[in-house]
């Protein structure tokens, strides 16, 4: 591992072609790695690791960019979405969307959304939704915070939508489902 320097850092955030090969960067919040060039979204300079070789940023732990294809060969869909899934897990408070999942994890929305489905069954939109019920179903059975601070820290900060999507999801408003008596049928993912 190598230090990020202001040239490496600029050859980062202008894609730069001509650097492609003389250095890879990993990002520590994906667990991704790429080639300088890479189109995706510049990751935070504190969030990157530099490596010489695709091997050394293998043997790291980091998986290749979908996108750019550091390693030359492209990284099996089980995997690419096992990393956005748990993205998703470790980040559901966060605003998520296809669109920004695709740039975070280095795919395009379509790919994302058609991997997906077919390895999930179900898509990254519905599997944020059933993380975020899941996460809210433990605040509110944990905690005495009201059903719009559950919402906010679930990522669903607009009140009306939140339950809403509860109640679509558990057949119970989130007050409902506080004051009900939990069953083995309200587990989670």
Not at 9 to 34: L, P, R
Not at 66 to 76: A, D, Q
Not at 124 to 146: C, F, H, M, N, S
Request: glycine residues 6%.
């Amino acid at each position: 591992m190598s230090e990020v320097t202001q040239e490496r850092w600029q050859a980062i955030i202008e894609n730069d072609a001509a650097s492609d090969g003389q250095f890879y960067y990993a990002v520590k919040t994906t667990g991704i790695f790429c080639r300088p060039s890479c189109k995706s979204r510049p990751p935070k300079k504190e969030n990157i690791s530099i490596f010489a070789s695709p091997d050394e940023a293998m043997s790291a732990g980091y998986r290749p960019c979908k996108r750019c294809k550091p390693t030359g060969s492209r990284l099996p869909d089980e995997e690419w979405v096992a990393v956005v899934t748990e993205y998703i897990d470790e980040h559901p408070h966060e605003a998520l969307n296809l669109h920004s999942l695709a740039e975070l994890c280095h795919g395009s929305p379509y790919h994302l959304h058609r991997t997906f489905k077919r390895i999930k069954g179900i898509t990254p939109l519905e599997y944020i939704q059933a993380v975020r019920v899941e996460r809210a179903k433990r605040l509110l059975l944990g905690t005495d915070l009201p059903v719009s601070d559950v919402g906010r820290r679930v990522g669903l900060p607009n009140t009306p939508y939140f339950i809403t999507l509860f109640k679509k999801n558990t057949g119970l408003t989130p007050a409902g489902f506080r004051q009900s008596p939990v069953s083995p049928a309200q587990g989670g993912l």
